[in-house]
């Protein structure tokens, strides 16, 4: 079987059309579209140029979306050359220098197996950089729990449209649809905070020499279980306005949501604090520091202060006090039992005596070792009291 001779095919289009507002609000439709972001409260890493999320690479807080009504989960994000520069404004075509493309999969879906979202990356210098590739960039998180929908432009517009692929399963060649969605705001981040990223993918060996003014990412590679990007030699094209009408549409996400509540901590890695004076003992543990995203310093330091706001690791008037109560509860009780045993000694000695020789030879025989017994435990106590306290 192979895909329908007409209709999109390919994995990405390629589109020579002249994208303008007024052509995108002339192929608006409402948003069915529904994201559930996973939360991590670790740096992101890369296998090769996978980024360790979704349940290709980590089972933890992974991503969900819905649309028209079916529900899928994120098999893997990576990211690639641009994919898509050809649906950006004229005036970001150019600046196009990578593209994150996260996948997902439904295994209910009828017809649409695939969704592919796709964020296209410019080389655009701004105040507020993607939290994600900077926790990459920097080796450490930004003060709180990160997701992938850090990596959503500030504009939530987006187009989309349905192509058809192959997908080789058994030896068997079948036509799969997938659901392609590109945010055409562009995320801004510069080409040398970029290639900073593309480093840290250290299986993927950089070109040399580099081109100028390139992020050097890598090309786009195999998509999901043997889906195959290219049905023909040459990439599906878009050369008309009438075409684009046809099979793109547009959109606006109207919200997203985290599946995980913020902790409030985070784990960075050790080598994010080169110059930073630690306590290792107290501080790290397997190379990482756990940090408190409120205050920002490590959750040890934030543990200690509370212990000794609540009189934790100093003397207080109330310690003292129970001090005193135990040595003078102590002195009492040794009072209490030298009467009972003054009171059995009358009882069972025959001789009426008043001095009593029985209770005063065994008086004589133990106050030495009753009374160092004493003052060692008194003196064992207050050392051991002292030193739990400083």
């Not at 889906?227 to 599906?236: D, E, H, P, R, Y």
């Not at 207080?316 to 002195?331: D, F, K, N, Y």
């Not at 009072?335 to 004589?364: G, M």
Request: hydrophobic fraction near 35%; charge should be neutral; include cysteine.
């Amino acid at each position: 079987m192979s895909c329908p001779a007409t209709g999109l095919k390919d994995f990405p289009i390629q589109n020579t059309v002249t994208v303008t507002e007024t052509l995108n609000q002339s192929v608006l439709e409402t948003s069915q579209l529904e994201f559930q972001w996973g939360k991590r409260g670790t740096v992101p890493q890369f296998q090769t140029n996978y980024l360790t999320e979704g349940i290709y690479n980590s089972g933890d807080q992974t991503t969900t979306l819905r649309i028209r009504g079916n529900s899928y989960t994120l098999k893997f994000c990576k990211l690639s050359e641009p994919l898509h520069s050809g649906f950006l404004t004229a005036a970001d075509k150019t600046l196009a220098i990578g593209e994150v493309l996260m996948v997902f999969e439904s295994a209910a879906a009828l017809t649409e197996t695939f969704v592919f979202v796709c964020i296209p990356i410019v080389n655009k210098t701004t105040t507020t950089p993607s939290p994600y590739l900077e926790s990459i960039r920097l080796d450490r998180l930004p003060g709180r729990p990160i997701g992938l929908d850090d990596l959503l432009p500030s504009s939530k517009n987006y187009i989309s449209y349905t192509t058809c692929l192959h997908q080789v399963t058994q030896g068997k060649t079948n036509p799969i649809q997938a659901n392609v969605l590109v945010f055409t705001g562009g995320l801004p981040y510069t080409t040398a905070n970029l290639l900073s990223v593309r480093r840290k993918m250290n299986s993927l060996p950089l070109p040399s020499p580099l081109p100028p003014n390139s992020a050097a990412m890598p090309p786009l590679g195999p998509l999901a279980e043997g889906l195959v990007a290219k049905t023909n030699q040459t990439l599906f094209l878009l050369t008309s306005e009438n075409d684009y009408r046809q099979y793109i549409r547009f959109s606006t996400l109207a919200s997203s949501s985290s599946k995980s509540e913020d902790s409030g901590r985070r784990v960075d890695s050790t080598n994010a604090y080169k110059c930073v004076p630690l306590k290792p003992d107290i501080n790290v543990k397997d190379n990482k520091i756990i940090i408190d995203t409120d205050k920002g310093v490590p959750l040890s330091q934030i543990l200690e202060e509370k212990a000794e706001d609540q009189g934790l690791g100093k003397i207080t008037p109330g310690m003292v006090e129970r001090m005193i109560a135990i040595v003078l509860g102590s002195a009492a009780g040794i009072f209490i039992l030298s009467v009972f045993a003054y009171i059995f000694s009358r009882v069972t000695s025959d001789n009426t005596d008043a001095n009593f020789p029985w209770l005063v030879n065994k008086t004589k025989d133990l106050l030495p070792m009753v009374f160092v017994s004493i003052v060692v435990g008194i003196i064992g106590f207050l050392i051991g009291f002292f030193t739990s306290t400083t």
